[in-house]
């Protein structure tokens, strides 16, 4: 079989199949309205995915002016069919369906069905999800509007133009990933407030300290003991600290089951001891939270003050992490993982997935991941008690519970060696 016709054959059955996608949906959304008045179902939305797809194949193999004419031609005759309705109805949804079903039809034509179905994937999505959208909407004020602009300015206009590279005091700073720093620190706030609109308050911020801890539980750990040392009452905000905690040490381990595997077991073993201690103290918060699932007062939760203060650390410690490696040679990279690991312990497991075999034994090296968790949690405990003050003391004791259970297993393995 020729490689380029079954190419061409299944980009084309991908238009195909886009088309019928949203012709299903579309079809089953209108299915109560009298025959005759719809514009378009499944038929005719499977029809305008195979035409857009073979507009883009005799696009990509050199008629372009002809494909041009066959999608200007269709979107034409979508346009004038929808008119009627668009000035009876005002409701552009099925129009703006037909002429993304167009588009993505050319796209898999032209020779990108994978993202053409992916894209027809999201836009169904959207289309079945009416309900849930608009109630989404309907939770939300003028705050929560304004937070999420900001937000995007955080997230969308600022980091992807920050250079990425070695910059400052010994080229430790990258204002890239510094950055995205922040746009953690402030992603898990609004993501926080967010989830307490819709979920509660209980709820949703247990919500996402179980998303946020499998990214950053640090960063987590951060924003919601700013958010409980600046609120009127405690919430679920320790419980959240220390099931972020706990996330954290599931997190670990995947990475090193992934980027380490010969050390995974010896650090499953040392490990396991404060998970298991550490899940038991989040539950048992989440048990004491105030049962209360009524939204969140409205606030600022883009906190970007407190959020530069914590890159400001971080920035802080990659100085003293390049310092400590070239003044101490061997010695400074064993100083440099358990400075990193304060800040972050991925590092540490990505650095020890990169060294030979024969540098370090499983068990050594299993405990040296351990020490750079303690180093990591220490600094949580101390961001706690700062940003939370008083408040945090729950969070801080059930945090430490596990650093001592992970410290009892290091000296256990360490009596090993």
Known sequence: MNPGWYWQALSVATALACGLLI??????????????TRVAGIRTFSMLGLASGIAGLIGVTGYPLIASAIVIG????????????????????????????????????????????ASAAVAVAFLALKTELHGF??????????????????????????PSGHYGPLGAWNPQKLWLVVVLVTGFSFLGYVANRIFGERHGTIATALIGGAYSSTAVTQSLAQRLGSEERA????????????????????????????????????????????????????????KCDAPAPPGNPIAIVPALGFVAFVAIAAVAARWAAGRFGEQGIAVLLLIVGSTDVDTAIITLGGLPPVAITPLLAAIAIA?????????KIGITLVYARG?????????????????LSIGFAWTRL
Do not use: C
Not at 82 to 102: F, G, K, N, P
Not at 260 to 281: E, G, S, Y
Not at 391 to 407: D, E, K, Y
């Open 23 to 36: 012709g299903i949906e579309r079809g089953w959304k209108l299915r109560e309205e009298k025959p005759g």
């Open 371 to 379: 020490g750079t968790i303690i180093a990591n949690m220490t600094v």
């Open 391 to 407: 408040r945090g003391l729950s969070a801080a004791v059930a945090m430490s519970a596990s650093v001592v259970a992970l410290l």
């Open 137 to 162: 909407v309907g939770k939300l004020d003028e705050d929560d509007v304004k937070a999420g602009a900001r937000f995007a300015v955080i997230a969308g206009a600022i980091l992807p133009f920050l």
């Open 235 to 290: 919430g679920a905000e320790p419980a959240g600290i220390a099931l972020a905690t706990a996330v954290m040490y599931l997190r670990v381990l995947l990475l090193i089951g992934i980027l380490a595997t010969r050390v995974l077991l010896p650090f499953a073993l040392i490990i396991l001891p404060a998970t298991l201690v550490a899940w038991a103290a989040g539950f048992w918060l989440y048990r004491k939270a105030p």
């Open 74 to 117: 269709v979107v034409a005759i979508m346009v004038t069919a929808y008119s009627r309705e668009l000035r009876s109805q005002h409701d552009s949804t099925s129009a703006v369906a037909a002429v993304a079903t167009i588009a993505f039809g050319f796209l898999a034509g032209s020779g990108n069905p994978a993202l053409a179905i």
